[in-house]
């Protein structure tokens, strides 16, 4: 990011590289930073505190919500991270992270989706105010990837040898994982190897590696240990 950008208490809608308005530890930031990387386009990246939303974000966000990508020269403004996904897949020159047919397009769409629905899984999960809906939560999330296992091939990827956008929508999900597993018996992946295998090889891809910063696992177990859940109380040290 460039220093006038970083330093600046005004927008930085000016700027003369798509900036991407993001938080820490938002999941759908780094689906758009993954899609960024994947097509070799460079992005400036500034975080904003949610909690303090500074005024110009309130005037560009209409959901008040991140990710925003600005355009270069003030073009304009996106919201929504599969819209910013696909604009960038569209607009930037590289191999297609969306299939090149219909009903490819439509089935890797619904992927995305489907990486929305559990991402909200995992947000109702480290906020259930008890036992009980912990365990509850985390059957939802077992039962949804047993039948994600199903949906699988011989991978690497979710089309094969094909990296494509569901891939970025998935990797923030299974990037919880390895804090959760830290936390409690969180074990959403037995009986689902296809998944499992699939979460190995994210893992390890550039793109999905550089999406957030080194100390991303302790800055995620402090959000969750600020909550006021069941999963924040075990966090704290609590029974």
Do not use: N
């Not at 355009?71 to 590289?94: K, M, N």
Request: with cysteine; aromatic share 8%; charged share 20%.
């Amino acid at each position: 990011m460039s220093a006038a950008v970083a330093q600046s208490g005004r927008s930085p809608a000016a700027a003369t590289a798509p900036v991407l308005i993001s938080h820490a530890l938002c999941p759908y930031v780094q689906r758009c930073l993954i899609t960024a990387a994947e097509k070799g386009i460079i992005v400036a990246r500034r975080d904003v505190d949610l909690a303090a939303k500074p005024a110009w974000f309130v005037r560009l966000s209409p959901l008040g919500k991140v990710p925003l990508l600005l355009l270069p020269g003030g073009a304009g403004v996106l919201f929504e991270s599969d819209a910013i996904c696909q604009y960038l897949d569209e607009t930037w020159p590289g191999t297609p992270l969306l299939g090149l047919t219909p009903l490819v397009r439509a089935r890797q769409r619904a992927g995305m989706a489907f990486a929305s629905a559990v991402l909200d899984d995992i947000a109702g999960f480290y906020s259930a105010k008890d036992r009980a809906a912990l365990d509850a939560r985390r059957e939802r999330i077992r039962t949804r990837l047993a039948w994600l296992d199903g949906a699988l091939g011989a991978g690497p990827w979710f089309e094969g040898a094909r990296f494509t956008l569901v891939d970025a929508a998935f990797a923030p999900v299974f990037r919880y994982f390895g804090v959760l597993e830290s936390l409690t018996d969180f074990a959403v992946l037995d009986g689902a190897p296809r998944v499992a295998r699939w979460r190995k090889a994210l893992a390890a891809r550039a793109s999905v590696r550089a999406a957030v910063a080194p100390d991303y696992p302790q800055r995620l177990r402090a959000f969750i240990a600020a909550r006021d859940s069941a999963l924040g109380a075990i966090a704290r040290g609590g029974v």
